[in-house]
């Protein structure tokens, strides 16, 4: 049982490049989130689907781009990378909306690096 | 708005001794508070969780947090430290609209031998 699997696990950029995290689930959760980890700032929320074919931004959405074409997989898209998308970043999901268990599942993590 | 503090950036103790990490929230009704333990590069893992049932509540690995509305608290505690217990915690609150939670700065936990 994989869980929530992502890919790469990390990558350094140059600015202006674009590239995508790629994220599958294997618990056939509807709701899948991405996040960005900074040091002290806990996570903030960047998209988040409930379902196949919907999406919708979260607190820091600009400069990236989401799609969710299956249940498994929700890939985001790092258009012109800048310095201040050097992050670690977190895909999740859940079975139901997580305000209302808290239950997310996580992914290790893939560690991007804009320089 | 719903938002958590956490009070303790980092913390160091013994192992074998209680451990104690502060959560202070902002509600303006009684939230359900949740605490994520996160190990050396893995992703979050949920600890416990408070739905207004019980206000004590147990989770995994030996971990508890008590519901205190009156002080507006939620604290982690442990009564013995294992070096396993060594990661970084999060304090997380449902925010008032839509599918989303605020998490808190985290707390540091470090555990000597």
């Known amino acids: 049982n994989a869980g929530v699997t992502q890919t790469p696990k990390f990558r350094i950029l140059k600015i202006g490049q674009s590239m995508t995290l790629q994220c599958a689930q294997d618990m056939n959760h509807n709701y899948m989130y991405w996040y960005r980890q900074d040091p002290g700032m806990g996570l903030k929320l960047i998209y988040y689907s409930v379902g196949a074919g919907i999406t919708d931004k979260g607190e820091v959405p600009n400069g990236y781009n989401v799609s969710r074409s299956t249940t498994e997989d929700f890939p985001l898209r790092l258009e012109l990378a800048a310095p201040s998308q050097t992050s670690v970043y977190f895909c999740?999901?859940?079975?139901?909306?997580?305000?209302?268990?808290?239950?997310?599942?996580f992914g290790e993590g893939s560690r991007l690096t804009v320089l | 708005a719903q938002s958590v503090t956490q009070l303790d950036s980092h913390v160091s103790v013994s192992e074998g001794t209680p451990v104690l990490l502060r959560c202070n929230y902002s509600?303006?009704?009684?939230?359900?508070l949740f605490w994520y333990v996160q190990h050396p590069n893995k992703g979050l893992q949920l600890l416990l969780k408070?739905?207004?049932?019980?206000?004590l509540v147990k989770g995994i690995n030996g971990f508890e947090a008590e519901f205190k509305k009156s002080e507006t608290s939620f604290h982690l505690t442990k009564p013995s430290a294992h070096m396993s217990d060594a990661a970084e915690y999060f304090c997380v609150v449902p925010k008032a609209a839509g599918n989303k939670l605020t998490f808190g700065g985290g707390t540091r936990v470090l555990v000597k031998p």
């Open positions: 408070y739905t207004s049932a019980a206000t």
């Open positions: 509600s303006s009704y009684s939230p359900s």
């Open positions: 999740a999901s859940s079975r139901t909306r997580q305000d209302l268990t808290g239950e997310l599942f």
